[in-house]
DNA sequence: GTATTTTGTTCGTAAGTCGAACAATCTGCC
DNA sequence: GGCAGATTGTTCGACTTACGAACAAAATAC
């Protein structure tokens, strides 16, 4: 099925520069030779197969200061980009991304409700207004939902927050809009930015759980690949145990880790809004050092730590069944941690723990946006010309 | 690096077909042609190219009834084999596989003791004694490790249960038989052999446990890649937490699936030997029903409910996280499942939960022979060509 | 015994990669 | 300014692979 004919090298070759330059930027076409391990007449070939596609440009100067001949600087096209749509509980996101994870257009659109129809009319308004009078090439729509999305047909299952369930969001998106459309976890999207081109960059297994105001979501790189499950609702740690017979949460079981550590908690120990959530981190670390006149906060570090402990449970878990190299924490969890003096991974096995690095997360608000992207990116990745000539 | 060159497209497709009748037995070369999608011409090169290297051989008639003629069938050559090594804390198990997974003999070697010097001695001298005589081709040999294995290198960091730390077990075993050898953990082996051959055949997201005498080790598949993770460490369900605070395990921790759920508890409760393990589940389920003038052991009863509900913690974190097909249960958790009442993946999120079956275990005693000789075959049909001329 | 069906074989064509030879264009040096 | 050296782009022939059409082979169907 995948590859039998001469023409599946010139597609793996063509997905391969182009996913270089997705994922590491503009280089010289002599850098790619090297780099990709063509030789210079096959490369020639593809990156010309490339320009005539319109996916990348070839600028001629580059003058490295070195002997030889200069190569021409192959750098991808700007004017293609595809569109990114998040819809929250409030409000509605929608971006204009370009290839290589350039966030180009970026807006916040409110909401009345949270009906289909409403979110799916207004993301379609204000696709139409964001490309009027602009020449880019829209090459597809991704979609970031707060819920569990079925691989494959793009049904949301269930989405609490923004009380969904069983919405086929990608038929509807892609009638009220005209272009392709896929849609993905926003958790899982998170972290395939923060994997492409933030603090899981380069990592072949990695695990990563982000908290927000909706609770604590999660997903993993396994050998390099995303990991999606059998149906596309992996990396569910938010919904794993940390104390058994603990709350009860709203899926329907007790102690996950979403019902035990939340972000409402920690911001009402330190008296900030919701809509402060953002300088939690800082608030957190300067209320426990003691601040101006002020002592210590000796019951908030308490339950920082306890909260912190219950994270650990949780991370102990991951790391033991997936061994990864590293561990992102976004969001509040980020915060959590550099605020507690515990070491998340010190209670799993010894061998597994020593190789693992805790970090957090690089990408900041347009995370999203670009996850939610690279699910349009993946697809021209895998095969760029198959993508433009109507795969 | 992969492909590039056209000599790749042969490659992958020598592996494809060897793949094909490894996994799903020999067929005629018409069946081979519709099932892998080649023309008739490149799948008569492929078969040619096969039976050159000696690893398929192909036999006249067929005569399937219908019109036409006929087509020879193409199955794998018998005398192609690998050495599957498994030390025990009393034993050692040494074996040897056909490509097919195909147990052609198996012997369990009495030690004094599980010095490193001493099993590698006794395996040697075994593998020795096994092909004395024999006109068998062996491609290589694999050794299942109750412990953690290093990928890569081959290395043991620890196998408790041996006193094994640090053991660079795969340059002593090809140092001592002269074979290329692979090494990786017990549970991860059994699990490959279930997944190729028994009850996780043909199922791409797959979750593995296996309880025994030394604990609950257990394994995965990903989208149909063996979950090895970072350093291969990875599936270590039996140190996954079910209940925080509980039991200290060797590991360090506390509240272990493999602290809390061990063989020996259940083989006390109904009174059998460590040897009688086998006869643990229908001992349970007989004294559950009650049998004879006996009632049933409400006592016992308490005991299974307990330790099912314990491992339903894990298994429902194994479920949340890897939204796998098909759960797996071998040895004395397969025992604990079938007398219990519990359902496993009750308590996980709505939307997983529905697509996954929990199963038992198909394979019996050689499941590890199987999974070990994997190593070799795995190596094999990656490349089968580049295998044999020495790579 | 002949027509039909299915499969193996042969051979010409197309696609793709590589490497050698040559051309182009820089730096460095006098 | 001109020439040597270095690096890279370009062109072209050789090689490998896969495919498909035409033909041959060997069974069943009538």
Not at 170 to 192: C, H, I, Q, Y
Not at 272 to 293: C, M, S, V, Y
Request: aromatic content about 2%; glycine content about 14%; proline content about 3%.
């Amino acid at each position: 099925m995948t590859s039998q004919t001469t023409e599946d090298l010139r597609r793996r070759n063509l997905s391969r520069v182009l996913t270089l330059l997705h994922e590491e930027g503009a280089r010289s076409r002599a850098e790619l030779t090297r780099e990709v391990g063509l030789s210079r007449s096959t490369m020639a070939g593809v990156v010309a197969e490339l320009i005539g596609l319109g996916l990348v440009t070839e600028s001629t100067p580059a003058l490295t200061g070195g002997a030889g001949r200069p190569s021409g600087v192959v750098r991808l096209a700007e004017d293609v980009v595809a569109v990114a749509v998040n819809p929250e509980v409030d409000a509605v996101h929608v971006g204009l991304v370009g290839l290589g994870g350039r966030v180009v257009k970026h807006v916040r659109i409110e909401t009345p409700d949270t009906e289909v129809a409403t979110v799916v009319g207004l993301a379609a308004a204000t696709v139409r207004g964001m490309l009027a009078g602009d020449s880019a090439r829209v090459l597809g729509l991704g979609l970031a939902i707060p819920g569990q999305v079925r691989i494959g047909d793009g049904v949301v299952r269930q989405a609490t927050h923004l009380g969904w369930s069983e919405v086929p969001i990608v038929d509807e998106v892609t009638k009220a809009t005209g272009l392709r459309s896929w849609a993905a976890n926003a958790a899982t999207l998170a972290m395939r930015a923060e994997s492409r081109f933030g603090a899981g960059k380069g990592v072949a297994d990695l695990v990563y759980l982000i908290g927000g105001a909706s609770g604590v979501g999660g997903g993993a790189v396994v050998a390099g690949q995303l990991l999606t499950g059998a149906a596309g609702y992996a990396g569910e740690f938010g919904h794993t145990v940390v104390r058994p017979g603990g709350a009860r949460c709203h899926c329907g079981a007790a102690g996950c880790l979403e019902a035990e550590v939340d972000q409402a908690t920690l911001l009402a120990a330190v008296g900030l809004d919701a809509a402060d959530a953002g300088r939690l981190g800082r608030e957190l670390t300067e209320r426990l050092a003691g601040r101006g006149d002020e002592d210590p906060d000796s019951a908030l570090a308490g339950l920082v730590e306890e909260l912190a402990g219950l994270l650990a449970v949780a991370v102990r878990n991951a790391v033991n069944v997936l061994n990864p190299q590293a561990i992102v924490l976004s969001g509040f969890l980020a915060a959590l941690r550099d605020a507690a003096p515990v070491d998340l991974v010190g209670d799993a096995v010894a061998s597994i723990r020593e190789g693992v690095e805790v970090r957090d997360a690089a990408l900041g608000e347009e995370q999203l946006m670009i996850g939610a992207a690279e699910l349009v990116w993946a697809e021209l990745l895998a095969d760029p010309a198959g993508f433009l000539l109507g795969g």
